[in-house]
Nanobody, 123 residues
Framework: QVQLVESGGGLVQAGGSLRLSCAASGRTFSTYPMGWFRQAPGKEREFVAHISWSGGSTSYADSVKGRFTISRDNAKNTVYLQMNSLKPGDTAVYYC????????????????WGQGTQVTVSS
């Protein structure tokens, strides 16, 4: 079992930056590929970014590519999402999740989820 707790959300102006953190409990964290998803009001939850268990491979949604960076520190049981050049369209609740198998961009592939952290980008 893995328990996930996100932090770092908040209110930021367009063009600004935020760094989200996701702290995991459990000694097996380093074996899980991890993902970030987000859900805007009235919309379905969507894939944002993914990182392999080692951190050697990353993937991004086209909408955030070049602006967001996912990383992890297995010694600290933490995965990060650095978000730069934020836009009002990035406003959403952001969730981290741990994946056992399946496609990294599908919500159904993830077995453990955090409670989410709100990110609001003002214009």
């Amino acid at each position: 079992q893995v328990q996930l707790v996100e932090s770092g959300g908040g209110l930021v102006q367009a063009g600004g930056s935020l760094r989200l953190s996701c702290a995991a409990s459990g000694r097996t964290f380093s074996t899980y590929p991890m993902g970030w998803f987000r859900q805007a009001p009235g919309k379905e939850r969507e894939f944002v970014a993914h990182i392999s268990w080692s951190g050697g491979s990353t993937s991004y949604a086209d909408s955030v590519k070049g602006r967001f960076t996912i990383s992890r520190d297995n010694a600290k049981n933490t995965v990060y999402l650095q978000m730069n050049s934020l836009k009002p369209g990035d406003t959403a609740v952001y969730y981290c999740a741990a994946r056992l198998s399946g496609r990294y961009d599908l919500e159904a592939s993830y077995d453990y989820w955090g409670q989410g952290t709100q990110v609001t980008v003002s214009s």
